[in-house]
């Protein structure tokens, strides 16, 4: 069973920090595509980062470049986004997917993405 389980969130401060992490089990992600999403309340689920198989090259919605950072670790069958300068807009669940064919390009739209996790809150205070 292919399971993609999120951590790392919770509730920052304006202008804080939070790393999220993305662990896969089931099958091996490392020659997949990966990315993350986010959620607001009322809100449609938006594209947020992508990073290639080989971790290069990334993508980034103009909202956050600049302010996060898609990593990940194929050994570890982990993919990570780190978030700085947070603000109260980036309020959302974020949920980690992955596509099921291996060694595509970068992805941006939801429907080329089949495997997704659970999702964990990330709260920013203002």
């Known amino acids: 069973q292919v399971q993609l389980v999120e951590s790392g969130g919770g509730l920052v401060q304006a202008g804080g920090s939070l790393r999220l992490s993305c662990a896969a089990s089931?099958?091996?992600?490392?020659?997949?595509?990966m990315g993350w999403f986010r959620q607001a309340q009322g809100k449609d689920r938006e594209f947020v980062a992508s990073?290639?198989?080989?971790?290069?090259?990334?993508y980034y919605a103009d909202s956050v470049k600049g302010r996060f950072t898609i990593s990940r670790d194929n050994a570890k069958n982990a993919v990570y986004l780190q978030m700085n300068s947070l603000k109260p807009e980036d309020t959302a669940v974020y949920y980690c997917?992955?596509?099921?064919?291996?060694?595509?390009?970068?992805?941006?739209?939801?429907?080329?993405?089949?495997?997704w996790g659970q999702g964990t809150q990330v709260t920013v205070s203002s």
């Open positions: 089931g099958r091996t992600f490392s020659t997949n595509t």
């Open positions: 990073i290639n198989w080989s971790g290069d090259p990334t």
């Open positions: 997917a992955a596509p099921s064919f291996s060694f595509g390009s970068i992805r941006i739209g939801e429907d080329e993405y089949d495997y």
